[in-house]
C-alpha cells in the first residue's frame, strides 16, 4: 500500500515536471510572436492610425492618372499557385489595385500567349507574363516563346516585337550587360525571406499573428535591399533601368481541401502540392464548410496571401489609361514610384523636375536637360523624410516631417532618385522608392 502511494506521488510528480517542461518550452519559442501579439503590434498598428489621419490634400503637377499594380505574382496557371480570378480581382478590389501583370510559371519549352486570365475584369486590368529563371516577361502579343533558346535572344525578339522584360530575384547573378532587359525588381518579399537564416521564427510569428497583424508580420521580414538598390544605380549611370517592386505572391504556403467529383475530399499543402485524399466522415465533417467561390471547403492561410501582399508593396504608377498598352507604355518609361502601402497609401505622391518656367519639365523616369531644370521637387501625402540620391550618393536628406521637398542647389549632370521614409512609431520606415530623373 504504501509503495502504491509512493509510486503514485512520484507519477503525479513526473507528470506535472512534463507538463511543466512543456509549457516553458512553447512559451520559449513562441515568447516573441506572443509578445508581438499582445504588445508590440498593437501598439504600432495604433501608431500607423494615427499617422494616418495627417493625410493633406495634394495638387499634382500632372493631369497622367495614378494606377496602383503589381508586377509579379502567381495564379493557378503556375505549377506552384491555385490562384482563381475570384481570389485575384476580390483582393485587389479590396486593396485598391488597379492592375495585375501576372507571371505564371511555363508548362513546358514552348509557351504560347496569351494564357491565363487577361482583360478587364471588374475594373482590375489583368495581363499574362511568364516567369523563368528569374526573368518576368509580357509578350502582350500573340506568341509562343521557345524557353530551350538563349535568354538574351528571347529577350531581344520579345522586345522588338513590343513585349516587356524585367529581371526578377535581383540578389542573384544576372547577365546584367543584356541591353534588352528594361527593368529589375529592386525590392521582393521573397528576397527578404531567404535572406533570413532561421525559418522558423518567421512561422511562429505567422502562426500567432497571420489572423489579425499579418501585415505586421510581414514588416517583420522587411530589410533594406541595400546591394540591390546599389546595383540599380549602378546600372542607372550608363543606361535606363526602372525598378519596381515585386510581391511574388503566390498564396501557397497554406492548407487548404476541395471535393473531388466523386465526393471525396482532397487536403492540399505547401506549395499547393496535394497530400492526401479522405472520404468524408463523422470524423471530418466538422472541420469543412460549404464550397466558397473558389471551391476551397476549408482553408487556412499561414503566411502569404493575396489580400496581404496587394497592400505590402505597390507600385504607383502614372500612365493615361487603364489599358495594357498604356500601362505597359509608361512602365518601360518609369513613370512610377514603389511604395509600402501598408504603412501608407502613396496615392498623391509625385517626384519630378521644375523647368525654368516653373512647370514640371519630366518626371521620374524622363531624362531632361540640365540647362532647363530649375529644381528637384516632390509633394507627398503624407510627412516623411526625403533623401536625395545622385548616381548611388546621397546628396541630401530633408528635414524631418516634410510634405514638400524641392531641391534647387547646383545640380550637375547624374540620376537623381528619391527614398522617403515615415515614421509612424520610434523610428524611420522606408516608404518611397522613386525611379529617378536623368538630367543630361
Ligand atoms: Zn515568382
Redesign the pocket.
Same mark, same amino acid.
Given at each position: 500500500m504504501k509503495n502504491l502511494k509512493r509510486l503514485f506521488k512520484l507519477l503525479k510528480n513526473l507528470l506535472l515536471g512534463l507538463l511543466v517542461t512543456l509549457v516553458l518550452v512553447l512559451l520559449v519559442i513562441f515568447a516573441k510572436p506572443l509578445w508581438h501579439r499582445f504588445v508590440t503590434y498593437p501598439r504600432f498598428q495604433k501608431q500607423v492610425e494615427v499617422f494616418q489621419q495627417r493625410k493633406k490634400e495634394v495638387q499634382l503637377p500632372t493631369s497622367l492618372k495614378i494606377y496602383r499594380g503589381l508586377l %509579379?505574382?502567381?495564379s493557378y496557371w503556375?505549377h506552384d499557385s491555385k490562384g482563381t480570378l475570384y481570389d485575384l480581382v476580390s483582393a485587389a478590389k479590396l486593396r485598391n489595385i488597379n492592375f495585375l501583370f501576372l507571371?505564371d510559371?511555363p508548362h513546358g519549352n514552348l509557351d504560347s500567349f496569351p494564357r491565363g486570365y487577361k482583360g478587364l475584369y471588374d475594373g482590375v486590368l489583368i495581363e499574362p507574363g511568364s516567369?523563368k529563371e528569374d526573368f518576368?516577361s509580357w509578350p502582350m502579343d500573340t506568341t509562343v516563346i521557345d524557353w530551350k533558346i538563349n535568354k538574351d535572344t528571347i529577350s531581344k525578339r520579345l522586345v522588338n516585337n513590343g513585349g516587356m522584360i524585367f529581371y526578377?530575384?535581383t540578389e542573384i547573378p544576372h547577365n546584367w550587360d543584356n541591353q534588352f532587359f528594361q527593368g529589375m525588381e529592386i525590392y521582393n518579399f %521573397?528576397t527578404n525571406v531567404l535572406e533570413k537564416t532561421r525559418t522558423f521564427p518567421i512561422l511562429t510569428d505567422f502562426l500567432i499573428n497571420g489572423s489579425k497583424y499579418r501585415a505586421w508580420a510581414y514588416r517583420t521580414i522587411f530589410d533594406r535591399q541595400t546591394r540591390i538598390l546599389a546595383r540599380w544605380d549602378s546600372l542607372n549611370r550608363y543606361r535606363h533601368v526602372v525598378g519596381f517592386s515585386?510581391v511574388?505572391e503566390?498564396e501557397n504556403i497554406n492548407f487548404r481541401a476541395r471535393y473531388l467529383k466523386d465526393g471525396r475530399v482532397q487536403w492540399m499543402g505547401i506549395n499547393t502540392k496535394p497530400i492526401d485524399t479522405v472520404k468524408v466522415s463523422f470524423l471530418n465533417r466538422w472541420m469543412f464548410h460549404e464550397p466558397d467561390q473558389s471551391g476551397w471547403i476549408f482553408k487556412w492561410m499561414i503566411i502569404n496571401t493575396y489580400e496581404t501582399s496587394f497592400n505590402n508593396s505597390v507600385n504607383y504608377l502614372f500612365a493615361d489609361t487603364l489599358t495594357v498598352p498604356n500601362i505597359s507604355h509608361h512602365l518601360i518609361l518609369g513613370h512610377h514610384f514603389t511604395a509600402f502601402k501598408s504603412l501608407a497609401d502613396a496615392t498623391g505622391f509625385c517626384y519630378y523636375a521644375e523647368g525654368q518656367d516653373g512647370k514640371m519639365a519630366g518626371m521620374m523616369g524622363d531624362s531632361v536637360k540640365v540647362a532647363s531644370v530649375r529644381k528637384l521637387t516632390a509633394v507627398s501625402p503624407y510627412p516623411g523624410r526625403f533623401t536625395l540620391i545622385r548616381d548611388g550618393k546621397t546628396v541630401d536628406v530633408s528635414a524631418a516631417d516634410q510634405y514638400q521637398y524641392s531641391f534647387d542647389r547646383s545640380l550637375p549632370k547624374g540620376t537623381y532618385r528619391l527614398e522617403v521614409e515615415v515614421k509612424p512609431g520610434d523610428e524611420w520606415l522606408p516608404w518611397i522608392y522613386t525611379n529617378p530623373i536623368y538630367i543630361y
Open positions: %509579379h505574382l502567381h503556375s507571371t510559371h516567369e518576368v526578377s530575384h %521573397h515585386a511574388d503566390h
